[in-house]
């Protein structure tokens, strides 16, 4: 059974959360060399959102990165 989150979670123990997310079904966030289609606009969009995200649910976004697989360029 999986630990519930508000188990995992401790402000006193820990201030910062590393979390890791990953596009998945071959949905890219940079060029799709196989349709030959740019997506660079999705970068600024999920920033944008993840701001958004973040002052509503009162969080503070240290850093992210979208990082490109080697060969995507």
Request: charge should be positive.
């Amino acid at each position: 059974m999986p630990t519930p989150r508000k188990a995992l979670v401790s402000l006193e123990g820990t201030l910062y959360y590393h979390c890791v997310s990953r596009c998945v079904r071959r949905l890219f966030c940079c060029v799709d060399h196989y349709a030959g289609q740019s997506y660079e606009h999705r970068r600024d969009w999920v920033e944008s959102r993840l701001l958004e995200l973040a002052s509503v649910f009162a969080i503070d976004i240290c850093a992210n990165a979208f990082i490109r697989v080697a060969g995507t360029e």
